[in-house]
């Protein structure tokens, strides 16, 4: 029996993990749940999966949930994620919203806890210290981001599983037998726009993505690809590959979800349906399989009806087995650059680059600047500022408080 730590249960990642976990008692159990403020939702979660504690974002909300549950340990706010990421555990599934992520996955790792990571920004900002942390405390990192989780796949049985192997193989450079990872992308709603097309474009517009239904921070990334700039970014820690080595193909049917190419010339992909579950399952049950097409044959929301077939299985031929690959649009979609330079330039430039986004889209979603004021003002945030290459969780926190105000600034 697993105990799982839920962190962001509430969320599009959280509640798929807990359908998952709903048909699997016998091999999973909730000890904690975390959420800001869908309190109601929280609540139906604790009556069902009876967690020992929870963390939400208010001291009011607090204080309610514990005057209801008197049993329970409730903590709020950002120390409250990072006191909960303390309890005994055996994973930790990490689907906080933006940087909130970082504090408490580091303190999971320092005890030794695997990360089931959906928090793409914990790698995007902590990458370097929090792989090094991992090394030192023997933790794991299982992506759940279904392109990193192809990935993986792909890496297993092939001597390169940086999350399995290399994480606890401090020489990790002795056998890299992977030539280049191909991380392929949807290309978002706006693929095929010009700059002009895009200028007026609507939130509404942008929270329409063509394949997969998640939460609005990412989709606003996925519709600007700063979502595949941050995907590099964690791409590079995770398999502990040079950004040179990582090349963005855009796929818009969303089949092939990466690709990696060996020394031998060799190609292996990750082929299924767009289906969140199938990653979280494997970052859960990682290294056994779950059968999750018998339990979920009817499919969920997010699923591309198009490639589903009857019994919940891909099927090649209802999608006119045609799967195109296209260059991303550099211009265009001038975020994977930004991404790229971040990670050239190293230090804080990848933590500026995503302070700003994180602010930027807050500001798109409450309809405060326009949409390609997300691209242009991560620029001149990245062009301005010369802060010190943060070292510490704290530094990283302070580096990104202050990327944030820089953002703003620029917009008054
Ligand atoms: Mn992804």
Redesign the pocket.
């Known amino acids: 029996m697993k105990r799982i730590l839920i962190m962001g249960s509430t969320g599009s990642i959280g509640t798929q993990a807990l359908e998952i976990i709903r048909k699997n008692r016998d091999r999973f159990s909730v000890c904690g749940l975390t959420c800001r403020s869908r309190i109601e939702t929280l609540k139906q979660q604790i009556r069902e999966f009876a967690p020992e504690a929870v963390s939400v974002g208010s001291a009011e909300d607090a204080a309610m949930l514990q005057r209801e549950f008197p049993g329970l340990t409730v903590c709020f706010g950002e120390d409250g994620l990072v006191e909960i990421a303390k309890m005994d555990c055996d994973i930790v599934l990490n689907s906080l919203m933006g940087i909130s992520g970082l504090a408490p996955t580091y303190t999971a790792i320092g005890l030794g806890r695997d990360i089931a990571l959906a928090n ?1 920004e914990t790698l995007v900002a902590g990458g370097a210290i929090v792989t090094q942390l991992c090394r030192e405390k023997g933790s794991r990192l299982l992506p759940v ?4 989780s192809a990935i993986f796949q792909c890496l297993e049985g092939n001597g390169g599983s940086a999350c399995a192997r290399a994480y606890a193989d401090p020489d990790s450079s002795l056998y890299r037998p992977v030539r280049r990872i191909l991380l392929t992308a949807s290309g978002g709603p706006f693929r095929g726009r010009s700059l002009e097309e895009m200028r007026n474009v609507t939130i509404e517009q942008a929270l329409n993505h063509p394949k ?1 239904s998640m939460g609005s921070k ?1 989709t606003i990334d996925s519709a600007t690809m700063m ?2 700039g941050l ?1 590099v970014i964690e791409a590079r820690w995770l398999f502990d590959v040079p950004a040179d080595k990582i090349d963005v193909h855009v796929h818009p049917e969303s089949i092939v979800h990466s690709m990696v190419e060996f020394c031998d010339g060799s190609v292996i992909a990750q082929m299924g349906m767009t289906d969140m579950k199938i990653p979280i399952s494997l970052a859960l049950s990682y290294p056994d399989r779950m059968k999750l097409l018998a339990d979920f044959a009817d499919g969920y929301g997010c699923d591309d009806p198009l490639s589903r077939s009857s019994d919940g299985s891909l099927d090649l031929f209802t999608t006119g087995a045609r799967l195109t690959f296209e260059k991303p649009d550099r211009k265009v979609f001038r975020c994977i650059d930004l991404a790229y330079e971040a990670l050239k330039e190293g230090g804080a430039a990848p933590v500026v680059m995503n302070g700003a986004n994180e602010e930027l889209v807050a500001m798109f979603l409450a309809g405060k600047i326009g949409f390609l004021d997300i691209p242009q003002t991560i620029e001149k945030v990245m062009d301005k500022s010369s802060f010190p290459a943060p070292k510490t969780v704290e530094e990283i926190l302070e580096t990104d408080r202050r990327s944030r105000e820089m953002a703003k600034e620029m917009l008054v």
């Open positions: 793409k981001d279904s392109e990193h997969w990412i979502n595949k995907e």
